[in-house]
């Protein structure tokens, strides 16, 4: 699909009620847990992203044999030791795959060349000089600190390691997950503004729900030897793809459901459903899922919000903007400038193309009120770009999406729910 023109939602009285794939945060982590698990996990989830699927893939390359079934996929574990110690893998664009894998395969030894998409490549490694200096001989076969390389490792010896959130809580969350593998414990230290970060909290949940013991001292984990993990483990929904859907409680005056979120999940974008409530949203949570009703907010003033902390909803509040009542500052954000693409640049370069008065300071975004006067979105194949500002699209009409199957990255079929919900 070269472009997807979205059209405008009708006013409606009646409930909107959607399915999201798997939390690819979660399934992802799981399906680590359950690789190097001692024993074979079936893993419950709903539809698997395109990440996922790369990471699924990586794992077979790697020897872990795995069984997709209706509802769920079979992992038979490994122990901690991957079956192929020499294999070349790629993890395409799938952020999880590329620093869980390369951090696991480290903590596991071997030797392993590990490529990338072209987007991916321009996003920088840090965690790869944490390794090296732990003795981990990785090859640059381009630029160095970025993929492709080939990585040697003979395991990781060090008992104690420190990472900076600040880059990225991912690296943190990969190597809490793949110490789970050693046989002794692992302390890893935290520096940052992000060492309580939502992305770390999933880690530790996922952790105790796999029977990896660990001790929890502050900016200190200490992640002690995996015990026999579950047979079965439940993804949740991903609420960073349901998100897009509460939105419309607040744009539109909808009352809408994705079903199976619920306020006790453990996804740190639950804090995007406080935003709306803070502006009038009624949140209900029923045995189906959260229902967000917006019918009673007739308007709503500018967010002045600290996203750092669930900052894939930065250009979700972004679409939001614009139709506030007043100004809005986004911030917290700066980190966001080295993930799919710089957000934060093509965030106001795409609200500037649509007639909206964005600008930034490189850490934080200020939107005023403003018309739209349509016209074509380029997301720069980044999913949530793409996925985002399609809700200006549903409230006004006259905005083409270009490239909508970048968002097959997480939410394959996005569009497709779009379409069905402007039916009528």
């Known amino acids: 699909m070269k472009e997807y023109k979205v059209k405008a939602i009708k006013p409606k009285s009646d409930l909107i009620s959607v399915d999201v794939p798997a939390s690819k945060s979660i399934l992802n982590r799981a399906l680590l ?6 024993r074979t996990v079936y893993l419950r989830c709903g539809s698997l992203s395109e990440d996922t699927k790369t990471f699924l893939d990586c794992l077979t390359v790697l020897g872990i044999k795995t069984e997709q079934k209706n509802d769920g996929i079979l992992i038979y574990g490994c122990g901690g030791s991957f079956p192929n110690k020499n294999a070349a893998i790629n993890v395409n664009s799938a952020g999880t795959a590329a620093r869980f894998l390369t951090v696991a395969l480290a903590f596991a030894g071997g030797d392993y060349m590990i490529d990338s998409s072209e987007q991916m490549k321009k ?37 104690v390691l420190t990472i900076d959130t600040d880059h990225s809580t991912q690296y943190a969350s990969g190597i809490m997950l793949a ?6 414990p692992l302390e890893l230290r935290l520096t940052g503004k992000r060492i309580n970060g939502s992305y770390l909290q999933i880690t530790k949940s996922m952790l105790q729900a796999f029977h990896v013991p660990y001790q ?39 009352r809408v459901r994705v079903n199976g979120v619920h306020m006790n999940g453990m996804q740190g974008d639950l804090k995007f459903l ?3 409530a803070n502006k009038g949203v009624i949140l209900t949570d029923t045995d189906e899922g959260v229902i967000a009703d917006g019918s009673t907010v007739k308007h709503y003033s500018g967010f ?16 939001l903007a614009p139709f506030a009542t007043s100004r809005s500052i986004l911030r917290g954000i700066g980190h966001i400038r080295l993930q799919e693409c710089d957000r934060i640049a093509v965030t106001v370069q795409n609200l500037k193309s649509l007639g909206v008065t964005a600008d930034t300071d490189g850490e934080n975004i200020f939107i005023s009120p403003s018309a739209i006067k349509g016209g074509a979105v380029d997301p720069h194949n980044d999913h949530r770009m793409a996925m985002a500002f399609s809700l200006v699209g549903l409230k006004t009409g006259n905005i083409v999406i270009s490239d909508p199957d970048c968002c097959k990255k997480t939410f394959e079929n996005f569009f497709d ?6 039916k009528y």
Do not use: H, W
């Not at 200190?220 to 998100?243: K, L």
């Open 216 to 254: 929890n001292l502050n900016d200190r984990i200490i992640i002690f030897p995996a015990e026999n993990p579950p047979t079965q483990y439940a993804v949740e929904p991903d609420v960073s793809g349901a998100c897009y859907f509460y939105a419309l409680s607040l744009l539109l005056g909808a």
């Open 274 to 276: 406080k935003v709306l």
């Open 417 to 422: 729910i779009l379409t069905e919900i402007t």
């Open 33 to 38: 847990l359950a690789a190097i698990a001692k």
């Open 304 to 319: 002045d919000e600290d996203l750092r902390d669930f900052s894939d909803q930065t250009m979700t509040v972004a679409a």
């Open 179 to 184: 110490a789970s593998m050693r046989n002794k």
């Open 123 to 159: 996003r920088p490694m840090e965690i790869l000089e944490l390794l090296e200096n732990d003795g981990v001989n990785i090859t640059y076969l381009g630029e160095k600190g970025r993929f492709p390389f080939r990585l040697q490792s003979d395991g990781i010896r060090a008992d």
